[in-house]
């Protein structure tokens, strides 16, 4: 039971439910009937059936404001993007899948379980709190014919403490379950920050043989992710999607260039964009935009060509699979973009009979099936709250850089501060790489280095091969070391101060960092 600020898990003020054909307000009850429609707040879930109305969203309104003062800090739709903040809880702004609140040293968490059957996202004001739960499919009411959905199960929950991110890790694993986690810690190369696409199986097996030499002796082995760039269309028309069963001229030879790299005691791993192809085979009436090349994953029959492009990957003998842009392939928005309801007016599918939620699930479990077991699943731009279970590993920020010191710095550092109490509870939280180039100051990178290495979370390095010094060299060869065992989440000291935390504790030691 909540005692300081509002329980939402008593009865809400008013339900609003919207349907393609109107807008209803009914007051809170546990259940209620519209026509064919049933809306139930029973056993702490809230579910919903109908048979032929087509319901697009719900809002459960609970006119109880926070306590004045109160300070609130949200997640994001997918990745976060620099501006996860504390912040004043009468300041508007949507707050998906959860938010922490924080007066005096009372804490509490407002949220809904993992993998929901709607998209939900919170609103604070003055007079209360608003949990919105978007039912739709696409922009479009999912035809349910009679089956019920759980839209999601709130969960609320407070302690009293002054230590809002001891009191976050202890809090956040009541959304949790079912989650999945690689047996060691993930850590290794990405060629993507020095790249930048432009690479090839010559260049990856020269970054394999470094990796392998500064990783000599550990028992852990490292992954070397060969990420955009190999793939057939951005050598014909620079698409960033496939085919993914074909290779280019610059990397002939996938499931060579996989084994080369295991001989080298390495771990490989490799990207890919699942909603956009243009394999011949493709049947046009596959698309849900033809113009670029996405595919529609209401449809089984694209879900059935995404788990064998998976196959085909592991089958080659990758070991991680990094797949990507499945958010913005299906809302057409960056999540940063996307507020309430969060999907655009133009997005519709063909298969209206399951949510936006739902679509986004079963892909995820679609990819996460086929590897079976054989690689582990990195997700990027992928909606973590509902990727949980069926992504090991999740980016957990927007792309940090190679050449724009400044970039990693709003994002990296963000994300990671924000999204660690995410770290081992939904997934292993990966916070972007450390892009070692002449482009960036590497008495910056140093510290980004050491940080992600000594964080608990994945630590990801893109250096082109045989750039680094000999003093370079050294502390790479260190962070590694340190990234490849075990480490407690680091703590953000200054994460309510700030939006890019300086102070950091590692266990009994406290960092500070000169991030400007």
Request: with cysteine.
């Amino acid at each position: 039971m909540m005692q300081y600020f509002p329980d939402l898990t008593n009865l809400p003020s008013t339900c609003t439910i919207v349907t393609e054909t109107g807008r209803v307000e009914h007051p809170g009850a546990r259940v209620i009937t519209d026509g064919d429609l049933t809306l139930s707040l029973a056993d702490g879930a809230v579910r919903l059936t109908a048979e032929t109305q087509r319901v697009k969203w719900i809002a459960l309104r609970w006119a109880t404001p926070l306590p004045a003062g109160t300070r609130v800090c949200g997640d994001h739709w997918e990745r976060a993007y620099g501006d996860l903040a504390w912040r004043d809880a009468s300041e508007p702004r949507v707050m998906p899948w959860y938010f922490f609140a924080q007066h005096g040293d009372h804490l509490a968490l407002y949220g809904v379980k993992v993998r929901p059957d709607a998209l939900c996202a919170f609103t604070c004001d003055a007079e209360g709190i608003t949990l919105t739960l978007d039912v739709g499919c696409g922009a479009d009411g999912t035809a349910l014919h009679g089956r019920t959905l759980t839209c999601g199960v709130p969960v609320c929950a407070e302690l009293q403490t002054d230590d809002a991110f001891a009191g976050a890790l202890q809090l956040l694993p009541l959304l949790a379950d079912g989650a999945v986690f690689p047996s060691a810690p993930v850590y290794g190369y990405n060629n993507w920050y020095y790249a930048y696409g432009d690479s090839s199986a010559e260049i990856m097996l020269a970054s394999a043989r470094e990796l392998a030499a500064l990783t000599r002796g550990l028992e852990n082995r490292p992954f070397l992710v060969i990420d955009d760039g190999w793939q057939i269309e951005r050598e014909t028309d620079g698409i960033i999607g496939g085919d993914w069963r074909a290779s280019n001229s610059r990397f002939p030879d996938m499931a060579g260039l996989a084994a080369q790299i295991r001989a080298l005691d390495v771990r490989p791993g490799i990207w890919m964009r699942p909603l956009q192809n243009k394999a011949a085979q493709i049947p046009p009436e596959w698309y849900r935009d033809p113009s670029d090349w996405i595919l529609d994953p209401s449809l089984d029959a694209v879900l059935d060509w995404i788990a064998e492009d998976v196959r085909t990957l592991t089958s080659w003998g990758y070991e991680l699979i990094k797949h990507d842009y499945s958010f913005v392939d299906i809302f057409g928005e960056w999540g940063v973009h996307c507020g309430l309801p969060p999907v655009r007016e133009d997005i519709h599918f063909q298969d209206r009979s399951r949510t936006t939620a739902e679509i986004l699930k079963r892909l995820y479990r679609t990819i996460h099936d086929a590897a079976a077991g054989k690689a582990l699943i990195l997700g990027c731009n992928v909606a973590g709250h509902l990727g949980v279970g069926w992504v090991e590993l999740n980016r957990t920020g927007d792309d940090t850089s190679g050449r724009d010191w400044a970039r990693t710095k709003k994002m990296g550092v963000n994300s990671l501060a924000f999204r660690m109490p995410q770290q081992g509870v939904f997934f292993d939280a990966d916070a972007d790489c450390v892009g070692i180039t002449p482009d960036v100051p590497w008495e910056k990178n140093r510290q980004w280095l050491d940080l992600l290495a000594r964080s608990g979370t994945p630590l990801f390095i893109s250096v082109a091969p045989d750039t680094l010094t000999q003093q370079q060299l050294t502390e790479v060869r260190e962070a590694l070391a340190t990234a490849a065992r075990p480490q407690p989440p680091a703590q953000p000291l200054d994460w309510q101060e700030t939006l890019c935390p300086v102070r950091w504790r590692f266990g009994d030691t406290e960092t500070a960092y000169d991030w400007d």
